[in-house]
């Protein structure tokens, strides 16, 4: 299998081998907890350790004698840098010392439905203009407010 660049990892050996290779980078492997998390004991664990363990031996002897080769991992594309997904405008506008700020939503229909300031302003003038204009003109029937009339709105 040495210089392969595809694997039948349904093959128990190769698990072996995995195991081995691992094994043989110096990993020391606790046994007694190896027992326990697979429900077995010391000495089943220990006993079918040993082959794998001769194959990590004989992995790490042909690396150092350099008879195995190395394989160097290939990709069909050079890897790009993700992009940052970019947020909806103004979502994050408000964002101050890790916290974010609420922000109100902008709905679309919202300026074309909404009335100018201006024309509401006009026509509240023009309104205050026409009601008020004859305010105490002897053509009104009010000749403006009598304070001294007498009357207590309070009592």
């Known amino acids: ?72 991992a290939t ?10 997904k970019k947020n909806a405008p103004g979502a994050l506008d408000s964002v101050n010392n890790g916290r974010i700020g609420k922000t109100t939503p902008v709905k679309k229909n919202a300026r074309k439905n909404a009335v100018k300031l201006e024309a509401i302003e006009n026509s509240f003038s023009s309104m205050v203009d026409e009601d008020f204009a004859n305010v105490g003109s002897p053509n009104s029937g009010f000749d403006g407010l009598d304070f001294d009339s007498g009357i207590n709105l309070f009592g």
Request: aromatic share 4%; proline share 5%.
């Open 75 to 84: 990709r069909k594309s050079p890897s790009k840098p993700k992009t940052p």
């Open 1 to 72: 299998m040495a210089g392969q660049s595809k694997v039948a990892w349904d093959s128990v050996e190769v698990w072996q081998k995995l195991v081995a290779a691992i094994i043989a980078t110096g990993v020391k492997i606790d046994v007694s907890a190896v027992a326990t998390h697979f429900g077995t004991t010391y000495d089943t664990v220990e006993n079918k350790l040993r082959p794998i363990k001769k194959q990590a031996k004989a992995l790490q002897e042909a690396v150092n004698n350099g008879t195995l080769d190395k394989v160097a």
